[in-house]
């Protein structure tokens, strides 16, 4: 069974700073790891989106990176902003359920400190 | 459009009523998901349909009723619920083999009195 941890659980860092988010999974067997961004209250934002075959992804200020051999995955945040406060959740898509679910982490909650 | 559509976004209902939520994606999406959602944990898998067809069900308890009329609408129907049913119910919608990641709708906040 897929089971998805996150580090750290929660998060407080003073505006401008690099942080760097953990993700870890148990069965290397994935299709792909996506990770989500969530307001209070709110639904899901996709960030990012690796592929199995992948080791990185960027899209602006974010960098996610992947190494399934070792079931990690890490996310970037450059020069933090308090409106990247919000809860970061990672998912791994499995092979072994045909990819017709996620496994989620507990989730890091981001706060930023103007 | 890539989006997944919730309607509605927040929903009291009392523990004798009937009510819907509703979910849409003109995406060309082939499985749509249910997803129950607690303050402060991950998302919980309800449901999966596949082609229209309910593929997972996740032992959810019988007052919750799914139902995929077609390939673009996803409804909850609820009946009889208990507080403890109180949470953020999440839609989402995906490619069959998901290579192309899940997209997420908005939700609806649920209260059960």
């Known amino acids: 069974k897929q089971e998805v941890t996150q580090i750290p659980a929660a998060l407080s860092v003073p505006e401008g700073e690099n942080l760097v988010l953990n993700c870890s999974f148990t069965d290397s067997a994935i299709y792909n790891l996506q990770w989500f961004r969530q307001d209070p209250g709110k639904g899901l934002t996709s960030l990012l989106l690796i592929q199995s075959s992948q080791r990185e992804q960027t899209s602006g200020r974010l960098n996610a990176s992947l190494d399934k051999s070792s079931g990690r995955s890490t996310l970037y945040i450059a020069a933090s902003q308090p409106g990247d406060s919000a809860t970061y959740l990672c998912?791994?898509?499995?092979?072994?359920?045909?990819?017709?679910?996620?496994?989620f982490g507990e989730g890091t909650q981001l706060t930023v400190n103007p | 459009d890539t989006e997944v559509t919730q309607t509605p976004k927040h929903l009291v209902m009392g523990m004798t009523n009937k009510k819907s939520l509703k979910c849409e994606q003109h995406?060309?999406?082939?499985?749509m998901y249910w997803y129950k959602q607690k303050a402060k944990k991950p998302p919980e898998l309800m449901f999966v349909?596949?082609?229209?067809?309910?593929?997972i069900n996740e032992s959810v308890p019988s007052r919750f009723s799914p139902e995929c009329p077609n390939s673009s609408l996803l409804n909850l129907h609820l009946h009889a619920l208990q507080p403890e049913d109180s949470a953020l119910y999440l839609c989402?919608?995906?490619?069959?083999?998901?290579?192309?990641?899940?997209?997420f709708g908005s939700g609806t906040r649920l209260t059960v009195v």
């Open positions: 995406m060309g999406h082939r499985a």
């Open positions: 998912a791994v898509s499995s092979l072994r359920t045909s990819g017709s679910r996620l496994t």
């Open positions: 349909y596949s082609y229209e067809k309910l593929s």
């Open positions: 989402a919608s995906s490619q069959l083999v998901s290579l192309y990641g899940y997209t």
